[in-house]
């Protein structure tokens, strides 16, 4: 089966980047491939990557109450951003009213159950 993505990366929003990175990374025994004061990447050198991005306001999940869902997004690498928009608009995903840069190499879009993902291009926050 042929997609319309190729996954990129699993971004948890936190209050402490370097620390939640510090924690998965012992666990799953990936390494800090890139970090700023706002993200953290770890990687074991295959094409997925597990991030964390400063949330100073996080709020932690109280799992399952679904008054404090879980919190995280997907970011997937695209070729092409205008085809990959129409292609997952296509298949029910609604464009965010937000788009932080236009010049970012990055959209924000809905699932059709309101989770946030990022459609990138190579390079935006490689």
């Given at each position: 089966?042929?997609?319309?993505?190729?996954?990129?990366?699993?971004?948890?929003?936190?209050?402490?980047?370097?620390?939640?990175?510090?924690?998965?990374?012992?666990?799953?025994?990936?390494d800090?491939?890139?970090?700023?004061?706002?993200?953290?990447?770890?990687s074991?050198?295959?094409?997925?990557?597990?991030?964390?991005?400063?949330?100073?306001?996080?709020?932690?999940?109280?799992?399952?109450?679904?008054?404090h869902?879980?919190?995280?997004?997907?970011?997937?690498?695209?070729?092409d951003?205008?085809?990959?928009?129409?292609?997952?608009?296509?298949?029910?995903?609604?464009?965010?009213?937000?788009?932080?840069?236009?010049?970012g190499?990055f959209?924000v879009?809905?699932d059709?159950?309101?989770?946030?993902?990022?459609?990138?291009?190579?390079?935006?926050?490689?």
């Amino acid at each position: 089966m042929s997609g319309i993505a190729r996954m990129r990366s699993v971004v948890i929003d936190c209050p402490d980047p370097k620390a939640l990175a510090e924690f998965y990374g012992a666990l799953v025994g990936w390494d800090v491939i890139n970090q700023d004061d706002e993200w953290v990447t770890l990687s074991d050198g295959g094409q997925v990557r597990l991030c964390f991005q400063a949330a100073p306001d996080h709020k932690p999940p109280i799992w399952p109450d679904p008054e404090h869902p879980q919190q995280f997004h997907l970011d997937v690498r695209v070729d092409d951003l205008d085809k990959a928009e129409a292609a997952v608009l296509e298949i029910g995903a609604v464009k965010h009213g937000h788009q932080p840069s236009t010049e970012g190499g990055f959209r924000v879009y809905l699932d059709p159950a309101g989770h946030p993902f990022c459609l990138c291009v190579a390079g935006a926050g490689d």
